[in-house]
T-cell receptor, first 112, second 113 residues
Framework: AQKITQTQPGMFVQEKEAVTLDCTYD???????LFWYKQPSSGEMIFLIY??????QNATEGRYSLNFQKARKSANLVISASQLGDSAMYFC?????????FGTGTSLTVIP | DTGVSQNPRHKITKRGQNVTFRCDPI?????LYWYRQTLGQGPEFLTY????????KSRLLSDRFSAERPKGSFSTLEIQRTEQGDSAMYLC???????????FGQGTRLTVV
């Protein structure tokens, strides 16, 4: 069964606008971590934001925030005030046990 | 220590040859992971080390693949008798204990011709 599902293969956003990238996850473990990574065309995976399953508040890191809805098992990434440099692949991931499970990614293109 | 380092960055090899990749994790991290990523896909788990112990290995990993982390520091991933289907980006990551983020290296892109 798929642990992480990202249903948006590609997204477009106007520069300076906000965008939401969807992610749902599946686990029966009460303790887990959720992550978002950015992968530009250079190939490196850049950590963006983390949400623990017991965290009461949504995580925020600068222009990134994670909309964590535990009952719905969703962990959407919100990028505010999009910049041209935000154009990249975005991967949602879950740490469950000893592994990180990744989704198939969403390609974000920021339009000037 | 500026991050996870992987060498080489690119490797082109002929089918049937053996290749070895190296990963130097962030020095204080005791956990090390190898992932494989093919075009258009997310990273796929290969194996996991805690210190020098290889604690988990993907069932998808054929016996042509072997990984070591001899002193709990750097790690090597060897692929024997390479096949064209092994062409991919091989990513190494490290993390500390707990539900913390993993930091990735820049990867080794393998092309088998």
């Amino acid at each position: 069964a798929q642990k992480i599902t990202q249903t948006q293969p590609g997204m477009f956003v106007q520069e300076k606008e906000a965008v939401t990238l969807d992610c749902t996850y599946d686990t029966s473990d009460p303790s887990y971590g959720l992550f978002w990574y950015k992968q530009p065309s250079s190939g490196e995976m850049i950590f963006l934001i983390y949400q623990g399953s017991y965290d009461q508040q949504n995580a925020t890191e600068g222009r990134y925030s994670l909309n964590f809805q535990k009952a719905r098992k969703s962990a959407n990434l919100v990028i505010s005030a999009s910049q041209l440099g935000d154009s990249a692949m975005y991967f949602c991931a879950m740490r469950d046990g000893n592994q990180f499970y990744f989704g198939t990614g969403t390609s974000l293109t920021v339009i000037p | 220590d500026t991050g996870v380092s992987q060498n080489p960055r690119h490797k082109i090899t002929k089918r049937g040859q053996n290749v070895t990749f190296r990963c130097d994790p962030i020095s204080e991290h005791n956990r090390l992971y190898w992932y494989r990523q093919t075009l258009g896909q997310g990273p796929e788990f290969l194996t996991y080390f805690q210190n020098e112990a290889q604690l988990e290995k993907s069932r998808l990993l054929s016996d042509r693949f072997s990984a070591e982390r001899p002193k709990g520091s750097f790690s090597t991933l060897e692929i024997q008798r390479t096949e064209q289907g092994d062409s991919a980006m091989y990513l190494c990551a490290s993390s500390s204990t707990g539900y913390t983020e993993a930091f990735f290296g820049q990867g080794t892109r393998l092309t088998v011709v």
